[in-house]
């Protein structure tokens, strides 16, 4: 029993030699835990998604540009969009002057949302 009880002291204060067989443990055992454990641990460290807003807008930090879901806005043609895209602003912005608006698009194509630019 002593003999257990000194081998678990070895790994626990690491008194092992470099290039050791107990040290070559101790590595495996480390690395094993830093590749595999987040594989079944959940460490909460994931990056955060920035989530839309409840209106479905988002503005740039300078204001001019905004990003609209693609659901408030009815888009049978270019002009229709520009409308509906200036109607969905102006609760928000106020009176503002759309210049020019392009459909954002997810990975399989399809629009999700339009961006616009605009000044007053």
């Known amino acids: 029993m002593s003999r257990i009880w000194r081998t678990l002291k070895g790994y626990l204060f690491w008194t092992y030699t470099r290039g050791s067989f107990h040290y070559d443990v101790m590595v495996t055992l480390i690395l094993a835990f830093i590749f595999i454990a987040p594989h079944y641990i959940d460490f909460k460290d994931k990056p955060h998604i920035q ?24 888009a049978q ?35 999700v949302a339009y961006r616009g630019w605009t000044h007053r």
Request: glycine share 8%; proline share 3%; hydrophobic share 35%.
């Open 51 to 74: 989530e839309r807003h409840l209106t479905g807008i988002v503005a740039s930090a300078d204001g001019k540009t905004y990003e609209v879901d693609a659901a408030a806005v009815d």
């Open 77 to 111: 043609d270019e002009g229709m969009v520009r409308a509906n895209f200036q109607r969905v602003l102006r609760p928000i912005t106020g009176p503002v002057t759309v210049e020019r608006v392009e459909q954002v698009r997810d990975s399989s194509g399809h629009v």
